[in-house]
């Protein structure tokens, strides 16, 4: 039988480095240099495998409508969007930080209505709900760290590792809301026809996980 050809939706920027080393490991490697391409879509060493390198916020959406089969996207980026039409069976593991509430350095707290800045307006819009406090949320696409700062927003929703971006800021880590890693997604419809295909690359990419915690 002739096998289905099977689409790969890599996120671009700081996941992908840690990425290809795990593709590997399920013996997936790209014909060419990635980083020296500006090519959107790569072959493999399998003539019926693809990648494609995107924004980490558009893998999601991709899974989701069946535009790639699988992909790898940060769990802040799955919260985000929902989730809907997708599985999430392995947690890769890598490019870990947290998602934080951030605030200006010794900020007092706030009576009333808080005024969040943040790229994650879901999660944000959540996770206050659930605190029970009444918040407006106010998109950016970057530099969070500079709303509080110019008096834009009270506090900001963002992703802290090492907490230097903060640090040089003025501002500090504030609440904790959740753990984030880098997962490997699967689409619901991808899962059922191409199973046999994608099983095998789940369990090899599981084993390489494994070995390196
Ligand atoms: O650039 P684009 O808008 O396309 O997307 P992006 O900037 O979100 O992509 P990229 O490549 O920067 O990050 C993609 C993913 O990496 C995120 O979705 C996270 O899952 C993961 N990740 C891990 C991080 C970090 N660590 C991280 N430190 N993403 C961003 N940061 C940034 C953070 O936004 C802040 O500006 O680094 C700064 C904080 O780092 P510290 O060490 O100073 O605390
Ligand atoms: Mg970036």
Redesign the pocket.
């Known amino acids: 039988m002739k096998k289905q050809q099977l689409t790969i939706a890599l996120?671009k920027?700081?996941?992908l480095e840690e990425t290809l080393p795990l593709l590997e490991a399920a013996n997936i490697v790209p014909a060419e240099n990635i980083f020296k391409s500006r090519k959107l879509i790569f072959d493999t060493n399998h003539e019926n495998i693809k990648l494609v390198v995107i924004?980490?916020?558009d893998v999601p959406t991709y899974v989701e409508y069946g535009g790639a089969d699988m992909g790898i996207a940060?769990?802040?980026?799955l919260m985000e969007h929902g989730g809907e039409g997708l599985y999430e069976p392995l947690d890769l593991n890598i490019?870990r930080?947290k998602l934080m509430v951030a605030g200006l350095k010794d900020a007092p707290a706030v009576e009333g209505r808080m005024r969040i800045a943040t790229k994650f307006v879901n999660v944000a819009r959540q996770y206050f709900a659930q605190q029970g406090k009444q918040v407006d949320i106010v998109k950016l696409y970057?530099a969070m760290e500079l709303a509080p700062i110019m008096g834009l927003a009270d506090r900001i929703v963002?992703?802290?590792?090492?907490?230097?971006?903060?640090r040089a800021n003025g501002l500090e880590p504030m609440d904790f809301i959740a753990d984030?890693s880098?997962r490997l997604v699967v689409g619901q419809a991808a899962m059922k026809m191409k199973h046999r295909q994608i099983q095998p690359i789940l369990d090899m990419m599981s084993a390489a996980v494994d070995k390196q915690r």
């Open positions: 996120s920027g700081r996941i924004r980490a916020t940060g769990k802040d980026v490019s930080c970057g963002d992703i802290v590792d090492t907490g230097n971006t903060l984030i880098s």
